[in-house]
Each structure stands twice: as structure tokens, then as C-alpha cells.
């Protein structure tokens, strides 16, 4: 999903995808009578970055993640008629959201500025081209593989899927126009015809993925924290779902994410690559790394 970016749209395939259900916050009951109010997104954020510890950034950006786990899911948090504007939310997440957050928030340890400020100028930054420019909905990064090819380019991100054994991926990128109907923009035809371009653009792209018989045989090689991105038959599409690769006690990599399935985020119960295996439309996994300075 997130990037796709786009992950909302992949819960239209209702038939491939199960679909998500809504949580929502209720208040907490105090001592019978009053109320507690929820945290607001700032609150949230520096109490998880006061929590944060690591060594690097792979680390920090873990802790980070394994500190939201159990967190509601929720789509279509950034799909909206009104004007495009950098949504926050840490609150809940779904799958690209949860990434791009946890992300956003381990940029801040690069620089040693974990102020608020900072994490929303990461934020912007990961989630719009030209370096965080919000120039409406077509100036959002709607696809995962553009994704880490974007931000391999400006240097926050090392796309790392070929050095590991990644062959070559080939597909006509056009999910978010050809399911335009779909689209709280649907109707809007000149913005269709703009993603349309983006769409051409990234699938002249060179990309590599490694197909999911071959992960077993590479996950020495995978960090914890490292991004994974999980690749897709469905037409269109690059990818359906995406975490972080998270090392667990028995020393086998395991996926942390935001699950529509199970509706929070969560560790997956089995290691990534049995975790895969079964899923028809999941072909293989892109792999992106912090680029340390």
C-alpha cells in the first residue's frame, strides 16, 4: 500500500484486499465521573520521542514503530475533495501512513532536532515531491516504488532492493487513473490527465523487487528497520502493503505494520517470508534503507 501512497485505493479490491473497518478514539471514563482527553498528534509525538532510544537511526526508527504497536488502523486518512494540505495523524494509521510517520520521525535523529516542527518538515518532505512542495493532489507521492526512487534521488533514502538480488520489475503503473471513478476527485478530469503523467513517468522507471521464494535466502542481509514494500500481481499496481523489517528472538525477520486485516498495527505472527507465501497477489518485497550522512 503506501506508498502505495496511494493505499486507500487498493481497499476498492474489495475481492484481493479485505477491506478495513474504522476505529475510533473514545474518551477514557476517570474515576467514573469526568473524562481524560485525548492526546493531540504534538503531545503524542514528543512523548514518543522522549521514549526513543538506538544507536542509529535504523534503531531509533524501530523503537519508534514497536512504540505505536496496537494502534487502530484506519484508511483514507489523507483522501479528501478539499484542498491538499500535510496531514498529521498519529493517532492511526494504515499501512503508508504508519511508515511515512515512524520515518518522518526518525529523519530527526540525523540532524539532532526531535522538535515537532521538524518532524512535520520531514513529514512533508517524504510524502510531496520536490522536497515537500504541496502544489495539490497530483504533487503527492502516490506510489511506493516512486517513492523510494524519489528519495533515493534527494538522499534520505537508499533504495537497496537491487544490491540484495532484486531483478528487474516491468509494469505499467496506472491503478489511481484507471480506477479514477474510485477517486474523491472523480470527475475532475484534467487532474486525472495530471496523475495519468505521473504514472507514465514512473513506469519508465527502472525498478527491481525479490521475488518472495528468494527472501528466506537474503534475510541476513536485511536491517531491522529496514522499509519493506511488498510488490503485487494486481494490475496496475506496485505495491499492496508495506513496514519495517523487525529481527526477532529467534533471529528470523518478522513484518511490523499497520494490518487492515487485524485492524491495528502489529508484529506478523509468522516471519516474512512464510508470512508472504500463502498470499496469491504478493510477489515479491522492494527494500529501502536510511542513507546515513
Partial sequence: MRKINFSSLNQNLASLIKPCKVFV?????????????PLSDEEIYQKKIQQAQGSNMHEYTLNIAKGFLNRPYKAYTLESKDEEKLVVNLKEFDCSTFVESCVAMGLTYRKNDTSFDKFQ????????YNK????????????????????????LLEDITHSLGGIPLKKDINFISTNW????????????EKISKVENKISNQDF?????????????KLLNGDIIGITTNIDGLDITHEGFAIRLQDKRVYLIHASSEFKRVMVSDKPLAEYMAPKKTQTGIMVARFKIE
Fill in 132 to 155: 515537500g512542495q504541496i502544489k495539490g493532489y497530483e504533487s503527492r507521492i502516490h506510489y511506493f516504488s516512486d517513492w523510494i526512487y524519489t528519495h533515493n534521488q534527494d538522499g
Fill in 121 to 128: 518538515y520531514y513529514l512533508k518532505r517524504l510524502r510531496y
Fill in 181 to 192: 471513478d474510485k477517486n474523491p476527485n472523480a470527475g475532475n478530469t484534467a487532474l486525472q
Fill in 25 to 37: 478514539f473514545s474518551s477514557v471514563l476517570v474515576m467514573g465521573s469526568s473524562f481524560q482527553q
Fill in 208 to 220: 527491481y523487487y525479490i521475488p518472495k521464494a528468494k527472501i528466506r535466502s537474503i534475510e541476513d
